[in-house]
């Protein structure tokens, strides 16, 4: 049974919805928000896609003091896949469906551990973007070996990459921090859902051979290489990723 405490703090995150049809959870990277899906939406809309914020992006809450859960497990995995969790939950009982879940970057990491942590249960697809079972060694988003270090790194990294809409530089370090130590491979090894992976082949963040992995030890997984393309596979991509999804997810 989901926890109450996690039900009402996912009911506070920032979610957009657009489109008709069974669900589609869809989930931002580390730095990024929901708004990191935009070039691939129009592909989808024969699906209730659901873009939610995780916490210290958008107009998502951020950590207090006074929270249950101390900095650095509020912007953790743990805590992300439980609110993710929650709304697949609500999702799949509210539609009378069950939720087909995208991932990219970090998000792939949050699916990889919601699997862990909660099971398949009310899950019927998963698409994982650019993301890694385990971090550590190669996937190097950030270099910084103290949160001082990695907010200042991830404040630069914005700028550098004149992102619009991104998470606080904080989230940003305590995520990474969690991510890095993260080793998700048994999870991914035991995936029953039909799953497709798409990893960009100049991948500077996330090294191709990560995604090549998955779609080597993730039974039955459709691949999808895409030559001559990094990191962010949605803003280079995103017609070829939008169609790719568009037919996987049957839409």
Excluded at 85 to 108: E, F, N, Y
């Amino acid at each position: 049974m989901a926890n109450p405490s996690i039900d009402r703090s996912a009911q506070t995150l920032e979610c957009r919805l657009v489109g008709q049809g069974a669900p589609l959870l869809l989930l931002h990277g580390i730095q990024g928000t929901s708004e990191a899906w935009a070039p691939v939406l129009p592909a989808l809309l024969a699906r209730r896609c659901v873009l939610p914020n995780l916490p210290g992006r958008g107009l998502s809450p951020r950590w207090r003091a006074d929270q249950a859960l101390p900095h650095a497990r509020y912007y953790h995995l743990d805590h992300y896949a439980d609110l993710v969790h929650a709304l697949v939950t609500d999702l799949a009982q509210r539609t009378g469906s069950p939720v087909a879940l995208a991932g990219w970057s970090m998000g792939v990491s949050v699916i990889l551990n919601l699997l862990a942590r909660h099971g398949d249960a009310a899950l019927e697809r998963l698409v994982l973007v650019s993301g890694t079972a385990c971090a550590t060694p190669g996937a190097v988003w950030f270099r910084g070996e103290t949160p001082e270090a990695l907010e200042r790194e991830a404040r630069e990294r914005a700028e550098r990459l004149q992102l619009k809409a991104v998470a606080d530089a904080d989230a940003v370090a305590a995520s990474w921090a969690s991510v890095r130590g993260a080793d998700l491979r048994a999870a991914a090894r035991g995936i029953r859902r039909p799953t497709l992976v798409v990893h960009g082949d100049r991948d500077g963040d996330c090294p191709f051979e990560h995604g090549r992995w998955m779609a080597d030890h993730v039974p039955g997984a459709a691949w999808l290489p895409l030559p001559g393309v990094g990191h962010s596979v949605m803003a280079q991509a995103g017609e070829a990723l939008g169609s790719s999804m568009s037919a996987f997810l049957g839409s």
